[in-house]
């Protein structure tokens, strides 16, 4: 439900900005020409109220990363449901613009809360070999709430002709629903026992671990010894003080001659940059580009106005349902061929390598969508054909983006963090999901067909992608070309693979000094051949986890030397 209003308020205000009385009564940024025709005169002055919803994000991440590692993962849950509702009735209500921006702003905040925790709590109630399902299953959700805005802003238009101030105000008003439904249930959810652990309430800890994995002998040995992995890390991180602050988590990158490092070989302000920069190269792959241009794409195939949007939100339909392909188990043997897109993917493939086929398929879209739709442009007679080809090119995209960039970059923060920071640490990918929208949410001509075939056309602005579609048009589609290849190397080199790993191994996979994948990997190696019990250590008693250098360390080393070092000696 949480994901499901994160994709819904995602697509709402494509709808609300069309409606006549939200842009030319209530809001009064732009005019009125004919009947229902909207003009906007001041594109700044709306795109302000659009975005002002990503500082809430932002604000929201924040605050709920911090109160998530006090009170724990489902109290956020429920207070991220209830600020929603509250600023989704403000919006409801809304006057005029100062009232707009201050309900956005506000339900900006509840959506951040949810989109920080709602992950942490999937991932760490998983299991490692399901996390990517899991988490999967949620964002097919969350694109289901997209198409679900689309459909449903799509009938409200119809509404009195579309004059009506219901044609807004029931789009809006509808998020209150799944998120009372959310905050009803959320109670009946179990904490997270990796949470529970952490503040020392180890009985609940272990009785929830062992309904979670089963009730049988074989199961209920695997979650003790899950148990007690988790017991032993989080007893050790405890130690690694400096790492509670927000600040202390992004300084750390820097050389401890100005204060960073302070993580030691936990390497925290390392991993801080890698999920906040994967989340902006989420954006600056071209869905927003796709969501932008999609009419115009469409029109150019030679459907009507009318015609495009309904084709528009077929996409989304698309989208939704490459996304769920993700949701089949990793395991299961299928014959149909949408199920094999799933297990090649997050759960059988790996982060990395969806990633890679993700971006391949994306960025030859982008490429072609863009000469084609330039070939429709300068042979008008053949404009349909052309149009058609780069409508096509469209789906695709949307299909590879839906199984591939959609999740990845939501789950893997949630996935690297240490426990004493998770929530904080997802925090960080959320900042930049907010950064990499602000900078590209769209500027977008979004086309309204009354009953009386009257045309309302407006304008949505925020930042770099107005200015792009303006100035070069479908030449933007290459830049977003380009940027899918950049990502190929930057995944490869710079983030290491977190599939069928536990969430305790996460540390020993970032206690290489050096920023490259591959040596990430090698010290991995030898953590691993120089503890084998790194997964079983505490059924043995002892430790895996150094608290002085905050990472592994064998009783048996000769002179107590960190093992990590002695690794990084050996490597280097």
């Known amino acids: ?48 109220i659009t975005s002002v919803y990503y500082l809430g994000t932002l604000l929201g991440c924040l605050l709920g990363g911090w109160i998530g590692e006090k009170v724990g993962r489902i109290k956020v849950i429920a207070l991220g449901s209830i600020w929603g509702v509250f600023g989704a009735s403000l919006q409801t209500a809304a006057q005029n613009a100062t009232w707009m921006i201050c309900a956005r702003l506000i339900n900006g905040i509840g959506t951040g809360m949810l989109n920080v925790i709602v992950p942490v709590w999937a991932t760490e109630t998983a299991s490692h070999t399901s996390r990517g399902q899991f988490v999967a299953i949620e964002f097919t959700l969350n694109i289901f709430g997209v198409v679900i805005a689309y459909w449903l802003g799509y009938g409200c238009s119809f509404i009195d002709g579309g004059l009506s101030q219901l044609v807004w105000r029931i789009p809006i008003a509808f998020q209150i629903i799944p998120l009372l439904f959310l905050f009803v249930i959320v109670w009946f959810f179990p904490e997270s026992p990796r949470w529970l652990v952490k503040v020392g309430r180890e009985d609940e800890a272990r009785y929830i671990l062992g309904r979670l994995r089963g009730e049988g002998d074989e199961d209920a040995g695997l979650a003790e010894a899950e148990f007690q992995d988790i017991r032993n890390v989080a007893e050790l991180e405890k130690k690694a003080g400096k790492l509670d602050s927000y600040f202390h988590m992004f300084w750390d990158v820097m050389p401890r001659s100005i204060g960073g490092g302070s993580s030691g070989s936990l390497h925290i302000g390392r991993r801080v940059q890698l999920v906040v920069w994967l989340q902006i190269m989420q954006e600056w792959i071209g869905i927003a580009g796709v969501t932008i241009y999609a009419n115009d794409i469409f029109r150019q195939a030679g459907y009507s106005s009318e015609k495009a949007r309904w084709v528009a939100g077929v996409n989304d339909v698309t989208y939704m349902v490459c996304s769920a392909t993700l949701v089949i188990l990793a395991g299961a043997d299928m014959p149909k061929f949408s199920t094999l897109v799933a297990v090649f993917t997050l759960d059988r493939l790996g982060r990395r390598k969806t990633l890679f086929w993700g971006s391949c398929i994306m960025g030859v879209s982008m490429f072609l969508s863009g000469g084609l739709s330039r070939l429709a442009i300068n042979n ?138 591959w040596k990430a990997e090698e010290t991995f190696a030898v953590l691993k051949a120089q503890n084998p019990d790194v997964v079983q250590a505490a059924s043995r008693g002892h430790s895996v986890i150094d608290p002085e250098g905050m990472m592994t360390k064998r009783r048996s080393s000769s002179r107590g030397m960190n093992v990590v070092e002695k690794a990084n000696a050996e490597l280097k």
């Open 1 to 48: 439900m949480a994901v499901f209003f994160f994709g819904y308020d995602q697509g709402l205000m494509g709808s609300v900005n069309v409606s006549v009385d939200y842009a030319v009564d209530t809001m009064k940024f732009g005019h009125l020409e004919g009947k229902n025709t909207v003009v906007v005169d001041d594109s700044l002055f709306k795109g302000g």
């Open 380 to 517: 008008p007679d053949r404009g349909a054909q052309y149009g058609a080809a780069a409508a096509t090119f469209t789906f695709i995209f949307t299909a590879g983006f839906g199984a591939t960039w959609l999740t990845v970059p939501w789950l893997y923060p949630a996935e690297i963090f240490p426990l004493q920071v998770r929530a904080k640490g997802n925090a960080w990918g959320v900042v930049g999901w907010s950064v990499g929208n602000g900078w590209t949410v769209s500027t977008r001509e979004l086309d309204n067909n009354s009953r009386q075939g009257k045309h309302t056309k407006i304008f949505t602005q925020v930042l770099l992608c107005p200015i792009m579609f303006q100035h070069i048009g479908e030449k933007t589609f290459y830049i977003f070309g380009a940027c899918n290849a950049l990502t190929i190397p930057i995944v490869w080199a710079f983030y290491p693979e977190s599939n069928q790993r536990t969430l305790e191994e996460m540390d020993l996979l970032f206690a290489s000094d050096s920023w490259f994948n």
